[in-house]
């Protein structure tokens, strides 16, 4: 199957590379070039989850417990080519309401419930990564974000709040693609809660205080996310409008199209733009007698063709950006699926798990610098 794929490497504070889902077999891993480490750029773009009990008119449909919601978790993945020295994955502001740590102050998180973030960490063969007992452990140093001083349980008692901290590191990782799942059971209302990711190849010391975030220097590596993504304004200091940078690695078929979730239109205001390769193909969405979703529903918009008879010349990395003008916690379910992806219904309801993660769907990626990346 011909698949719609999503890459990028890393430019300094502008990171998170999300990449579509594929289908197949890790084949043998190419190294990389030292680039700068990777890391999702903040505060604005910060990514986000929300409580499982909330509202589906929220918009979250993919963690959301109320049918049609898929009522699961949402997975960055993390790719580690062979001979990566080490892999070091850092979470900014990874506590859900805590006032800790030296803001002494909750910036961006609205908690809602006695509830907390889980965090876990799965190696490229599925097998769980256990929480450390102690810092010289190699396992997770936080599975739970939480309103405590500390804002994280586990063996690293420096606060979170407001600040990267080490999640996991190892040296010699097994080549492949490593998987962060982030679900948030529980709560209700309007609870949310933004966060960062960094993965890079920098060491964080014995007591996991060096590096973090990855600085200007190191190995960045690719993440990408499965297959969509949460966003959307939130607290004083993401207020709209808001602009996020994705680069779609798109390599074959001659259209997809880009599904969005309770946009809130018209209380909610904004466009989606595609830009190919070359320039010479784009896409401003809505365009015409096109409407962004209302409260509640999908829409979904073809973008292409690009391709003509005798010309294929805009295969390759494009820019995809999304704005979000109105609503000061508005916020959307976004994916991109390629041509043999299956389009939402208004309802959603032809959305589920067994489809949701079988690889017709695809992401998208923070702005960075264009290389090569893995494949699944």
Not at 45 to 64: H, K, Y
Not at 184 to 199: I, L, T
């Amino acid at each position: 199957m011909n698949r719609t794929r999503f890459w990028a490497t890393v430019r300094p504070l502008y990171v998170l590379v999300l990449v579509g889902l594929l289908a197949g077999v890790v084949p043998p891993v190419v190294r990389r070039p030292e680039v700068r480490a990777a890391k999702t750029p903040l505060n604005a773009q910060m990514i986000t989850v929300r409580d499982s009990n909330a509202p589906l008119g929220n918009g979250d449909f993919v963690g959301c417990s109320a049918s049609p919601g898929l009522n699961t978790y949402y997975s960055v993945f993390i790719e580690v080519p062979s001979g990566t020295s080490r892999l070091t994955i850092d979470i900014y502001d990874a506590d859900y309401g805590s006032t800790g740590g030296p803001s002494g102050v909750n910036r961006f998180d609205n908690r809602v419930g006695n509830i907390t973030t889980n965090y876990s960490l799965f190696d490229p063969a599925g097998t769980s990564i256990s929480l450390n007992t102690s810092l010289s452990d190699t396992g997770l140093n936080f599975t739970q974000g939480d309103n405590s001083a500390v804002g994280t349980n586990g063996p690293d008692t420096r606060a979170a709040n407001n600040q990267w901290k080490n999640f996991f590191t190892r040296e010699n990782p097994a080549a492949g693609h490593w998987e962060l799942r982030i679900i948030q059971p529980g709560g209700g209302n309007s609870g949310v809660n933004p966060f960062g990711v960094a993965a890079h190849t920098l060491d964080p010391g014995a007591n996991r205080d060096q590096n973090l975030g990855g600085p200007t220097t190191g190995r960045g590596l690719n993440m990408y996310f499965d297959p969509g993504i949460h966003l959307g304004p939130q607290n004083t200091e993401r207020q709209p409008p808001i602009t996020w940078n994705y680069y779609p690695y798109i390599t074959s078929g001659c259209t997809c199209r880009a599904n969005e979730f309770d946009w809130d239109a018209s209380s909610g205001t904004g466009a989606i733009t595609f830009v190919s390769r070359t320039g010479g193909y784009t896409r401003n969405i809505p365009t015409g007698t096109e409407t962004l979703s209302p409260n509640g529903e999908w829409r979904s918009f073809v973008v292409g063709p690009w391709t003509t008879g005798v010309s294929a010349v805009d295969y390759g990395i494009w820019s995809n950006n999304i704005t979000i003008n109105g609503g000061s916690a508005n916020h959307i379910t976004y994916y991109i699926g390629n041509h043999a992806a299956a389009v939402p219904n208004t309802s959603g309801n032809n959305i589920t798990l067994a489809n949701w993660r079988q690889g017709t769907s695809s992401g998208f990626t923070f702005r960075g610098m264009r290389g090569r990346r893995l494949r699944r």
